[in-house]
């Protein structure tokens, strides 16, 4: 259904950092930087693209909006929770936590503010 999600960020140097750390702890890759500067991580399928805002105005992050991001495991979960705050993001919601169904889910929000979810498959 989606091609990609694209976020803004006011400072893409900070954003690199924090979400190589992120998807690296995810078995992901480096992002990689196009010829507009936008920063793109491609993992299983997916693609996140991080820029500036193309209108010149700060970047904000969408109040009730979430960006869910899928794990292998709860070991990978925590993984990235745990890269996230090391690398400028903020643990929000509960802890990292199995839930009814058997997810293991984490919430951030990355510098910028925008919020994040990285959550195992369901076993139940």
Do not use: C, Q
Request: glycine residues 14%; positive net charge; without cysteine.
């Amino acid at each position: 259904m989606f091609t990609h999600i694209m976020i803004g960020s006011n400072d893409l140097t900070r954003s690199r950092r924090f979400y190589d750390a992120t998807f690296a702890a995810l078995g992901g890759k480096p992002g990689e930087t196009d010829a507009r500067g936008r920063i793109i991580y491609i993992h299983d399928g997916g693609r996140l693209m991080i820029t500036t805002p193309i209108d010149g105005k700060p970047a904000t992050a969408a109040n009730g909006g979430t960006i869910g991001i899928a794990a292998g495991s709860s070991d990978y979960v925590l993984a990235w929770h745990a890269a996230g705050t090391a690398h400028g993001g903020t643990s929000i919601e509960s802890p990292p936590a199995e839930r009814p169904n058997g997810a293991f889910v984490a919430y951030l929000r990355d510098p910028d503010g925008n919020k994040l979810s990285a959550r195992s498959h369901p076993t139940k």
